[in-house]
């Protein structure tokens, strides 16, 4: 039996899908659960392993998926990691890149799981369990790599691809602050990294606060927190699950 209160939370990265079912005031109902992302993954085989995940959890209502990349109203204009051979940084396979590319997969799993589906940026799903809908408010999540989401008086705004954009020496954001330079560079030095791209990205966006999470947020150390400044928090990386419910209330700027 479906309770119509329940909501499938799962958040899609590029090693691990996380997923929880929810109730309507947040409060989980079942035990967090986390499985390696399979490769090679085309989209048939994505969606097969979110309608395993579902069979698995209690029943809901409706879902939310967060996925690495660009999202346009269910629809793929790209991801990174689920285009390769092997999981991120391996080989593009140019025919999964075709398949994925303009794959609605906001309608294929609404259609296999039989419920409302909403398919979001996985860090536009992290923000929506965690911005208070006042001011201007930024997102940024570190990782495999990096993601980010906007939010003005609690709306979404249009999604673009910053772990893209060139940083150093034609490097990425997604690569300079990513989970292989952090293992490269232990905690200390990639900490201090964190606090250098905070640092550069303030006069950017002047944001009223920036929200730091992910799983390697942890990682940050309390002195580099701390002089980051009052405007920017860690939040839990439980928000990726969490904003499953919260996400279904967001206004879009970019929707009529």
Known sequence: ??????????????????????????????????????YPLSPERFVITIDEISSALPKAYRATI?????????????TPHYITTR??????DPELQDQWSDFDVQKAVS????????????AEVHGAGIITGSGYEVVITLGTGLGF??????????????SHATVRR??????????PERKRLGNVFWSRRIRQLVEELRPVFKWD???????NA????????????DDVVIVPNTAGVAGGVRAWNLEHYYRA
Request: net charge neutral; glycine share 16%.
């Open 87 to 92: 999981g991120p940084r391996t080989r593009i």
């Open 1 to 38: 039996m479906v309770d119509e209160r329940l909501t499938l939370s799962v958040d899609c990265g590029g090693l691990f899908l996380k997923s929880c079912v929810l109730d309507e005031s947040g409060t989980m109902h079942s035990k967090p659960g986390r499985i390696e992302t399979p």
């Open 66 to 78: 967060g996925m690495p990349g660009m999202i346009r109203n269910g629809v793929v204009v790209a």
């Open 111 to 122: 259609d296999k799981l039989g419920i409302p589906t909403l398919v979001l940026n996985d």
């Open 170 to 179: 034609g490097t990425t954001y997604d690569t300079w602050i990513g989970e």
């Open 209 to 215: 606060r920036l929200y730091i999470g992910g799983g």
């Open 149 to 162: 989401a906007i939010f003005y008086g609690g709306k979404l705004t249009p999604h673009f691809e910053f």
């Open 218 to 229: 942890r990682c940050i150390r309390p002195i580099d927190l701390e002089r980051m400044g």
